[in-house]
């Protein structure tokens, strides 16, 4: 019809209007990056590393990623003690934009003995970037490396996961095994194996597991989420096993804030109406 013509017009004007809008507000950011680009090949090095650490500090990861990268392609660059601390910064700039293919390439750069202690976080983040870009074949070669050396908890975790998305569940409750009690990613791993026990109908032994996960010191966002979801996970199995009660604890322990909160009310309420179903 002619009115609904027009309505589709005017929202296409108004999309073409945003996207100029937007385009206008990226276009000082590009033309910033542009000329630290131009400006960075007239710094000494040394000037270059300050400004990129600066700049990594105060979360500018786009400006520090451009020094970083610009230091690391430097051949001059690469006899100097700092070259591997540049190449972890750049990486994690990298990683921390989101920009995944690119950051694995430098994770890589990394992943080598001769890198030293920055050779077990190159290795976690590249199983990370596996499972979150889908993309298993690049991280095949170190499966063989991190199964059986002895690893810092967070990279076990990292490998555990990736083992976990790639449907190897019964090496991934291995992994997740060995991540040591009061670690950072513990909490995290006991989440992974309460699935994993859910997933195979042992539901008294994924209580537990939840039970562990959410016992466990919340140090950051991340960890509050992994709370919550330990403690709605709990409650939903409680609720399969016919705990109904425990399962209201449960439910009723998770936090307004949390990601988990909206689902914690919906099954609460099937829960009272299960409590409350005749005898």
Same mark, same amino acid.
């Given at each position: 019809?002619?009115?609904?013509?027009a309505?589709v017009?005017r929202a296409?004007a108004?999309?073409? &209007?945003d996207?100029?809008n937007?385009?206008?507000?990226l276009?000082?950011?590009?033309?910033d990056?542009? $000329?630290?680009?131009a400006r960075?090949?007239?710094?000494?090095?040394?000037?270059?590393?300050?400004?990129?650490?600066?700049?990594?500090?105060?979360k500018?990861?786009?400006?520090?990623?451009? /020094?970083?990268?610009?230091? !690391?392609?430097?051949?001059?660059?690469?006899?100097?003690?700092?070259?591997?601390?540049?190449?972890?910064?750049?990486?994690?700039?990298l #990683?921390?934009l989101r920009?995944?293919r690119?950051?694995?390439?430098?994770?890589?750069?990394?992943? !080598?003995?001769?890198?030293g202690?920055?050779f077990? %976080?190159?290795?976690?983040?590249?199983?990370?970037?596996?499972? +979150?870009?889908?993309d298993?074949?690049?991280?095949?070669?170190?499966?063989? =490396?991190?199964s &059986?050396?002895?690893?810092?908890?967070?990279?076990? #975790? $990292?490998?555990?996961?990736?083992l976990? %998305?790639r449907?190897r569940?019964?090496q991934a409750?291995?992994?997740?095994?060995?991540v040591?009690?009061?670690?950072?990613p513990?909490?995290?791993?006991?989440?992974? +194996?309460?699935?994993i026990?859910?997933n195979?109908?042992? =539901? @008294?032994?994924?209580?537990?597991?939840f039970t &562990?996960?959410?016992?466990?010191?919340v140090?950051?966002?991340?960890?509050f989420?992994? %709370?919550?979801?330990?403690?709605?996970?709990?409650?939903?199995?409680?609720?399969? /096993?016919?705990?109904?009660? @425990?399962a209201?604890? $449960?439910?009723?322990q998770v936090?307004?804030?949390?990601?988990?909160?909206?689902?914690s009310?919906?099954?609460?309420?099937? &829960?009272? +109406?299960?409590i409350?179903?005749?005898?």
């Amino acid at each position: 019809s002619p009115d609904r013509a027009a309505e589709v017009n005017r929202a296409l004007a108004k999309i073409q &209007t945003d996207t100029g809008n937007l385009e206008d507000s990226l276009a000082p950011a590009r033309a910033d990056i542009a $000329s630290l680009v131009a400006r960075a090949r007239e710094f000494p090095i040394e000037r270059r590393v300050l400004d990129a650490e600066l700049f990594f500090e105060m979360k500018d990861y786009d400006k520090a990623s451009t /020094l970083y990268r610009d230091l !690391v392609d430097n051949p001059a660059f690469r006899s100097s003690p700092g070259f591997y601390r540049a190449v972890y910064k750049l990486r994690e700039s990298l #990683y921390l934009l989101r920009n995944y293919r690119t950051a694995r390439q430098y994770f890589e750069m990394a992943a !080598v003995p001769m890198a030293g202690a920055d050779f077990n %976080h190159a290795v976690a983040r590249l199983f990370e970037i596996a499972v +979150l870009t889908k993309d298993f074949a690049a991280s095949e070669r170190f499966e063989t =490396l991190v199964s &059986t050396a002895a690893l810092p908890p967070e990279t076990l #975790y $990292s490998f555990g996961k990736y083992l976990f %998305h790639r449907g190897r569940k019964v090496q991934a409750a291995e992994t997740f095994a060995r991540v040591q009690p009061g670690s950072v990613p513990y909490a995290r791993a006991q989440y992974f +194996l309460g699935v994993i026990d859910s997933n195979a109908k042992r =539901l @008294d032994s994924a209580v537990e597991r939840f039970t &562990t996960a959410a016992n466990q010191p919340v140090r950051d966002e991340g960890d509050f989420e992994v %709370h919550s979801m330990a403690l709605l996970s709990k409650a939903r199995m409680q609720y399969e /096993l016919g705990r109904f009660q @425990d399962a209201l604890g $449960s439910f009723q322990q998770v936090e307004s804030k949390s990601k988990a909160f909206l689902d914690s009310l919906f099954d609460m309420a099937w &829960t009272y +109406l299960k409590i409350e179903e005749p005898k």
